[in-house]
């Protein structure tokens, strides 16, 4: 790209940044608007903190009473060196019975409460109302039924006939929903109203590093079916991805699919690339080669992430003395997903293409670099993740762009590993909100990494 060219498209992506921020004026003065404020502030000064309290979340399904919250939420406040004051007070009234009970349903309020800011509802049926509100606000959604790898051939039953149950249930009451054309169809046809986003480690106990093939075979047995389902009645799959020791597995068991004459001409189908991989322009490569000999109808989609999984990949990394697979520098990951994002895009119509981001520049990157190749705004899709991107999510739908929201549904102890890693990705001191949170200029925003 040509120097020219270059500064062209920086002024561009300044340019739409700033219409996007000043459509939400009131998350550019509050942005963690979504959080328990103070909590999420002392969690992102100090690493130890935050470790403390997101092991307070991941166990608090498993205690049985306030005493026994407070009796957890104290034992692991204990082990910080140093303590903010609000800390110390609490840790003060949790050594009497009434302070303890006291301690324990601040504790379960607080994590409920957040629970509720990201998990729509318990179930597709009990969620209706939200992703009905959320179409009629020119916001798509995207349902992520929660429930993290299995351990037995009944639990992966179990999971599958949920995902069966969720197509078939939001593809009929989508149905009735308004007509809505900037998120039903793009240049190459329509796009299904109900879509369904599918975790392949939840179809199977078997999915090993050691054995992928055994695990891809059982897998197979139960994400066939559901493919089958959401042709039947017109609902997009997305098949999400997890830690890398699984990717390679799921990403052959997808392409293998699909490239079956059954599958050729639908469901509707995606899956996902993870930018904070430094091997995912290679993974990039091997997508586009297929989708290219294979033109399938509709087109693959590509759900571009920076990822997830940051903390479990780069401890494992360490403890077995391999090179870390991530980026460990933001800026570098910032980097490879805007060229991946360039990439993408000019490989439509021969795949859809969906940036998954709450950083305000990668957003206006995409637009900008969509516009230029000469698509219409409807060729791209912007999404969010639901209890932390909401704000964007309405600013990008006030300016007539598509986007998604990925919602998850589930019951808090299947939700505690979503919400960790939610709560490890949002408050990290180098994230987009704190630097927003901050007061950080929005030009430093648009910043090119």
């Given amino acids: 790209m040509v120097a020219g060219s270059v500064d062209g498209l920086e002024a561009d992506i300044r340019r739409i940044g700033a219409e996007l921020a000043a459509a939400f004026p009131s998350a550019a003065r509050h942005p963690l608007k979504t959080f328990d404020a103070r909590a999420m502030d002392l969690a992102a000064s100090d690493r130890e903190l935050r470790a403390a309290l997101f092991r307070f979340v991941d166990v608090t399904p498993a205690c049985r009473s306030l005493d026994d919250l407070a009796r957890h939420l104290g034992s692991f406040l204990e082990e910080l060196p140093e303590r903010p004051a609000p800390i110390a007070a609490a840790m003060r009234v949790a050594h009497t019975r009434a302070g303890r009970a006291a301690l ?4 379960a309020a607080g994590v409920k409460h957040m629970a509720h800011r990201f998990i729509v509802a318990e179930s597709p049926r009990e969620a209706l109302p939200a992703l009905r509100a959320l179409w009629e606000g020119g916001v798509a959604s995207s349902v992520d039924l929660l429930g993290e790898a299995t351990v037995t051939e009944l639990e992966a039953d179990r999971y599958a006939r949920r995902c069966d149950d969720a197509l078939r249930e939001l593809a009929t009451a989508a149905r009735r929903w308004p007509s809505r054309p900037a998120l039903e169809a793009d240049s190459v046809g329509p796009i299904p109203r109900a879509n369904v986003s599918v975790k392949v480690s939840a ?6 590093p050691d054995a992928p093939e055994l695990g891809r075979r059982d897998a197979e047995q139960r994400l066939r079916p559901l493919l089958r389902v959401a042709r039947e009645h017109d609902a997009h799959v997305h098949i999400d991805m997890e830690s890398l020791d699984s990717r390679e597995a799921v990403l052959e068991l997808v392409l293998e699919l699909l490239s079956e004459p059954e599958f050729a001409s639908g469901p509707s189908a995606g899956l996902v690339l993870q930018a904070y991989l430094r091997d995912s322009p290679e993974q990039l490569n091997t997508i586009l080669a297929w989708a290219q000999s294979r033109r399938r109808t509709p087109p693959l989609q590509i759900r571009l992430v920076k990822g997830a999984y940051w903390d479990h990949e780069l401890v494992q990394a360490r403890q077995h003395g391999w090179p870390a697979p991530v980026f460990e520098v933001k800026a570098e990951c910032d980097r490879n997903f805007e060229s991946l994002t360039r990439r993408l895009i000019d490989a439509r119509p021969d795949v859809r293409v969906a940036i998954a981001s709450h950083n305000l520049r990668s957003v206006a990157h995409a637009i900008a670099v969509s516009r230029r190749s000469g698509g219409p705004d409807h060729d791209l899709e912007l999404q969010v993740l639901r209890g932390l991107g909401d704000e964007l999510q309405h600013a990008l739908a006030r300016q007539g762009l598509r986007v998604r929201a990925y919602c998850p549904i589930g019951d808090l102890v299947s939700g505690m590993a979503y919400l ?12 987009f909100l704190h630097e927003q949170a901050r007061g950080t200029p929005l030009e430093r925003l648009l910043e090119a990494p």
């Fill in 203 to 208: 179809l199977t106990p078997l999915l090993k």
């Fill in 420 to 431: 960790v890693r939610r709560l490890l990705e949002n408050t990290s001191n180098e994230s």
């Fill in 104 to 107: 324990g349903a601040a504790a």
